[in-house]
């Protein structure tokens, strides 16, 4: 008898800061996506991890399938696994912090992309990325 596994799927997602003076005083400024697809709202990059594709590899392509910057990985900033977190399916997301420069542009599952600052995000925001965005700002990990 063979036995069937269900495992979580593995994606990423990439806090991307920018570097460039486009930031706003007294605060760090984020790259955030308006999803096309459900469920609709305002995200972090991200995507799933393909097959034979790194963790980094998969932020980088994603990232920049999303916004149109080509991102500096800095370091993985946290995992976040509740099977909850995505109302499709259970996934489980490493988080990056990346750097950037420019101005994104919204593409692929992204209809817009566009800089916020850390202390003004707009609404709604999808997923669990309000929890892994007050866990950045605060700098929990």
């Not at 995992?79 to 420019?102: C, E, K, L």
Request: glycine share 8%; aromatic share 10%.
């Amino acid at each position: 008898m063979t036995e069937h596994y269900r495992n979580p799927v593995p994606t990423v997602d990439i806090i991307i800061e920018i570097e460039n003076g486009t930031g706003f005083p007294g605060g760090r400024s984020i790259v955030l996506i308006k999803r096309k697809n459900p469920p609709h709202g305002w995200a972090i990059p991200g995507g799933f991890v393909e097959y034979g594709e790194t963790l980094e590899a998969a932020a980088v392509r994603e990232a920049f399938e999303e916004t149109s910057l080509e991102v500096r990985l800095v370091r993985q900033f946290h995992a976040y696994s509740d099977p909850a977190r995505d109302p499709r399916q259970h996934t489980i997301s490493i988080v990056f912090i990346a750097t950037a420069d420019g101005a994104p542009a919204g593409a692929d599952d992204a209809s817009e992309a566009r800089i916020f600052s850390i202390d003004d995000l707009p609404s709604p925001i999808a997923f669990d990325h309000a929890d892994i965005l007050r866990d950045y700002r605060e700098r929990k990990y």
